[in-house]
């Protein structure tokens, strides 16, 4: 499924034109002129494909939202305005009052404190599990369980689940599951596992130069015959299974989510991003050779360094089958105590201490006293949060660069 030879022709393919422009054009205006009172009625009753308003897409958006779709095996994509822009469109267009979330395994901190506490002043419950609970898991679904959600590497648990497996129990249980992909397809397809729906930051390891925040959600197509989105459980996505058939899952996105929240695509943001998707292939390949071989030196230096390549790894058998082209950008390194760690930090020369992940340049960041501080020990304990646990990004530099830089680090 993972072809990788297979995207590097598709991106550079679909980002550029044959004829005329190359470079995908940016259409910079928020609003559409419609020509005639009839064309605005086709174009609100979706009858006119053609742009509405920003809000609602935006035709340098619709692009990258192609692509991104194809990327996946999806049916149609919605860009928005960061990850957890994508993150809270996949899931608020699904959810009402008293339904019940199950989060499994990693998660990423916004992830967390938007199922842990913004959620929960909604009447949202959330409950959390490790990715190998699956009995717990399969106990837990009941008839308010709308969503199962997952994070396809545990960031910065490094855990991994097997989605395969916790696609069937969704599968079974009729109830939705929604990965966030954010190492993207070139690693694992979640959607090809048996997931209904994707989610990505594009701010990362897809843009991978830090000059654009985004995000997307993927859908898959609605089956013909049976279909869990045509259950009670989902009863408010009949009217746009009416209206859109395979397709309904884009309305519901678009209307229970983009128009009422507004969590849209710049079309700047999409053209950056699509400028490095095309290279995106490239850039994976190298990082994650490099991953694996700073881990593996500084591990062999008796540090203690947190990465599924490692044969002591739970998951390590997961991470040779399921995931062909590694597991993305990032590692941990614990050095013990908050003051250990920020020796580390305080030293490199090399790594730029920041929040983000997935770019170019080798990013750093002590987790407990900043992702993770608004988080009391037992929440940071769940997360895998220790007193000096550092996340590395590993970037495009020389990893021998990278190899030298940390073991002077962390002496
Ligand atoms: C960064 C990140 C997000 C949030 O993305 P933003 O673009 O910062 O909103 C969500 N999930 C994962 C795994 C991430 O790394």
Redesign the pocket.
């Known amino acids: 499924m993972n072809n990788f030879e297979e995207y590097c022709t598709k991106f550079v393919q679909s980002v550029g034109s044959k004829e005329g422009a190359v470079s995908p054009s940016l259409v910079n205006s928020a609003s559409f002129g419609y020509a005639t009172p009839q064309t605005a009625e086709g174009i609100f009753n979706g009858t006119i494909k053609k742009p509405l308003y920003s809000r609602m897409g935006n035709p340098t958006s619709a692009r990258l939202e192609a692509i991104m779709a194809d990327m996946d095996g999806g049916i149609g994509a919605v860009a928005t305005s ?4 994508a ?1 809270s469109l996949a899931t608020m267009s699904l959810l009402a009052c008293g339904d019940e979330i199950i989060s499994i395994g ?1 998660l ?1 901190g ?2 967390y404190s938007f199922f842990s506490e913004t959620l929960t002043r909604f009447g949202i419950k959330t409950h959390f599990f490790d990715v190998d609970a699956f009995e717990n898991i399969q106990k837990t679904i009941n008839e308010n369980t709308k969503i199962l959600f997952l ?1 396809s590497v545990g ?1 910065p648990n490094m855990r991994l689940p097997d989605i395969k497996k916790i696609a069937k129990i969704a599968n079974d249980a009729g109830v939705v599951l929604i990965v ?1 992909n ?1 190492i993207t397809p070139m690693s694992i397809s979640p959607l090809a596992l048996g997931a209904d729906i994707v ?1 990505y ?4 390891i897809i843009s991978g130069n830090a000059s654009a ?3 997307c959600a993927v859908f898959r197509a609605i089956h013909e015959g049976e279909d869990k989105f045509k259950t009670q459980r989902y009863a408010h996505m009949s009217k746009f299974i009416k209206s859109a058939a395979k397709m309904a899952l884009i309305p519901n996105a678009k209307k229970r989510a983009l128009r009422d929240f507004g969590m849209s695509a710049s079309p700047h943001a999409s053209y950056q991003t699509m400028l490095g998707l095309e290279t995106l292939p490239l850039r994976m390949d190298r990082i994650v050779k490099s991953v694996e071989a700073v881990v593996d030196a500084l591990n062999s230096k008796g540090l203690d360094v947190n990465h599924p390549c490692l044969k002591t790894h739970p998951h390590h058998e997961r991470y040779v089958t399921d995931f062909k082209k590694g597991c993305g950008s990032l590692f941990t390194l614990d050095m013990g105590t908050k003051e250990r760690a920020y020796e580390f930090l305080s030293r490199t020369k090399l790594a730029t201490l920041t929040a ?3 770019d170019s340049r080798t990013l750093a960041l002590h987790m407990a006293s900043t992702i993770y501080s608004d988080f009391d020990a037992d929440t940071r304990k769940f997360l895998g949060i220790t007193d000096g646990l550092i996340r590395i990004s590993v970037g495009l530099e020389n990893p021998i660069d990278i190899i030298n830089d940390f073991l002077e680090s962390a002496k």
């Open positions: 960061s990850g957890m822009g993150t990693g990423f916004g992830t994070e960031n966030d954010t989610v930051s594009t701010t990362k925040l985004g995000g983000n992940i997935g």
